[in-house]
């Protein structure tokens, strides 16, 4: 395991990792996936360090994916909610964070439904910081785990065809996993319907299509993206039904798949909706194995900010 | 401390456990109880481990009693309740469990309000799954450390009568302490309005009345049970004031019980509902030892569960 | 570092404590302060010591700092919030204590809306039991780290003129520091508008005023209070521009200080309200070095009350 190469104190964003950071990281995780298969799940790499999880959104998978990885490096982890914390008092986020800061936390977690949050954190604040997701804008860890699971099954980054179907709009996955994807070399196409698209979609670098078929075909790997049911009133289409029988991944569509696709989703899934169940536990899958990289790619991102603040200080 | 004979990595409900199953937690169980009574109240048992609370209903005691016993055992625990979780995105509970499963705990311990959930789990998980209650089903723990409990005091359950008084037809507690008792040997009467007691209860192996009296008289063990105000709706008497005139344990009342019987309850207490406030802090109740009693036998479990994983693996 | 002459097993206020005794719990604080500061942050102290966090009011800083402080000495840390607690069906606060106290915590840590809860515990508890702030009543461990900041930039309590400013009426922290301050010898003044002064506010060995500057002229520390916003609609001014114009702290206002004077603010501050953005930024603002020393101050409370349930046991 080396830090070599490695000076960052914050993992803010995908967008300003170099290539060869991006490959410390991923390089770093693996070696870090063989501690959660051990009897003894636990390093002792970051005894005595403090990190704070700062979640203003819900999540069960972040949240204790970061708390695990905290855990099995022996950190001492400390949680707060927006609920819990005297931002209730009307209390700025930026005062809040200082103060925190002044209880000399090594790393702050951060996520927060404003873009931009964990930026401003990571400039104000001696700690490091890292983005669990800030609004629809970035969620490095994500895209990190998702390239992780990639390389295991594909062997390599560059190259292969990497299908993004959904919501693409409003979702940070997309926007960190297209940053990711297009500094390792892969190319990527963008899929889902038009009322779902950014507007100038094409300038990010990808292909866009608008229908399914289209992203399966050739794909090396499909991933597949929440519908966010809990903002349907503001939904682009007329019903769920219909957004499965457009773009529900079926067995039915993965027979027109290249061969040895694998199938991805950050969760949480909508059975039924933006993937049949079939789908989403059969032979193709990957969703699963996502998971426990995110445990191993948190552990290397806590590992090698703690060892960059311990060489500034 | 022995594990010999222990195969299980799941405790689901004590209608699957032998008799010799249930002896060895109880001995178990009493040798950790002296762990809590050190000034150092902590064994490296399971360290390294990975333990996760998921309570889907509010609770105190049991949440606490498990989370202190992982402390003591050095397990990492991990608490995930309803509110926090992915649950209100509408993810099913087999997926929030197999995405926790995906980051290689050892052990779930969980509260859910439906019958049958931990048992689920149990099948479609490779982790431990321990039942801390499920709906009016079972709650094995609890059965536990009131077996641990009335020893501590009888020396024996076989050949013990044992009453158990109030709301049985809605109560895991009850479930669980007649498949324990019947089991060891003692001989139980249940005791309750005719409203609350379940059809056909003289089918569960035991001696049904309906008045406290008959309860109390010849009793070695007096179980009384809470009852749920919460649910007072539903309830199955006019008022609290009716309910404790005819089913309220007084000092009055226990002149008539056997010499040296003890009062047991499982808490949360409503003082003036089902017991007196004097009864509840007299002489013969021992309702904190069960507390204490209960941080032991979990302690048993979670050490009893890990070593049968451990050995599977 | 030495308990020496320290025999509490409880913090429970300010009113309680000789000065010998607020010497060694600042002599402590003093000596644990450099924990904070090294790489690793931890120290065996405590180690398989259980502290139970016990929060009836939301709190970001104070619930921290005291998990943190635990932390850093190896305890166990359990925390309950109300809503998650029994307390919810029903059952009493003391019957939720004596059950957790039944579990064999070493301390309790208690934060309650209600004046004397603390105290009550204390006596029916075998555990520690410490204040973290008893509705108006007392907030020791704030007035111990105000304290502390002070004799850090001034070296010493005794002779110093300290003024106090804003809702005097419903300030415990208030109450806290004029026991601490008037036992060690420091000359207090309480400032602000008459609306939320006590009655006989003059009996507590003060000096009252009713003007900001007042409060500005010859102090040697300045601590502003919190406008309680959240309890607005009871507030004892027409808007909170009206209280800034009065009693908010600015720049131009503090040019009549005494040179080398220090603003202090237990927070959540308010800015604009009571205190002006550059002031709780500018350079005689010690606020965040409150914040810093609240985690030494409760790391010296938890050690000494630790030891004093040893020494006892």
């Known amino acids: ?25 991923l390089d770093t995780a693996e070696s870090f996936r063989e501690v959660s298969e051990r009897p003894i799940k636990k390093v002792p790499t970051l005894r005595g360090k403090t990190v704070v999880n700062l979640f203003f959104e819900a999540s069960t998978r972040t949240r204790s994916s970061f708390e695990i990885a905290e855990k099995r490096l022996s950190a001492d982890s400390l949680n707060f909610s927006s609920a819990s914390s005297s931002l209730s008092k009307g209390e700025s986020l930026i005062d809040t964070a200082l103060n925190l800061q002044a209880m000399a936390p090594d790393l702050l977690v951060i996520r927060h439904s404003h873009p931009g949050v964990p930026h401003m954190l990571a400039e104000r604040l001696p700690s490091g910081v890292i983005n669990a997701g800030d609004g629809a804008h970035e969620h490095p860890t994500q895209a990190l785990l998702d390239a992780l699971t990639i390389l295991q099954h594909k062997g390599r980054l560059e190259g292969l065809k990497i299908s993004i179907v959904g919501d693409i709009e409003h979702s940070r996955v997309v926007r960190s996993n297209i940053h990711l994807l297009n500094k390792m070399g892969a190319e990527v196409t963008l899929a889902g319907p038009r009322t779902m698209m950014p507007v100038e979609a094409e300038k990010l670098g990808v292909r866009v299509v608008y229908t399914l078929d289209e992203a399966i075909k050739g794909a090396d790997v499909i991933m597949m993206l929440r519908v966010q ?3 349907q009133s503001r939904l682009a289409f007329p019903s769920t039904r219909e957004y499965f029988s457009l773009f529900g991944l079926t067995r039915e569509r993965l027979k027109r798949a290249k061969r040895g696709v694998i199938i991805m989703h950050p969760g949480p899934m909508n059975r039924g909706v933006e993937i ?3 789908v989403a536990d059969g032979p193709y ?3 699963l194995e996502q998971v426990a990289n995110g445990v191993a790619v948190r552990m290397a991102v806590l590992y090698l900010l703690a060892g960059a603040l311990q060489e500034a200080a």
Chains 1, 2, 3 share one sequence.
Do not use: F, H, Y
């Not at 830090?3 to 914050?10: F, L, N, V």
């Open 229 to 231: 049911l809990e903002r």
């Open 276 to 278: 049949a169940s079939d």
């Open 285 to 287: 899958s990957v969703i």
């Open 1 to 25: 395991m080396t830090q070599e190469g490695w000076t960052r104190k914050d993992l803010v964003g995908i967008a300003d990792l170099s290539p060869q950071e991006i490959q410390l990281i």
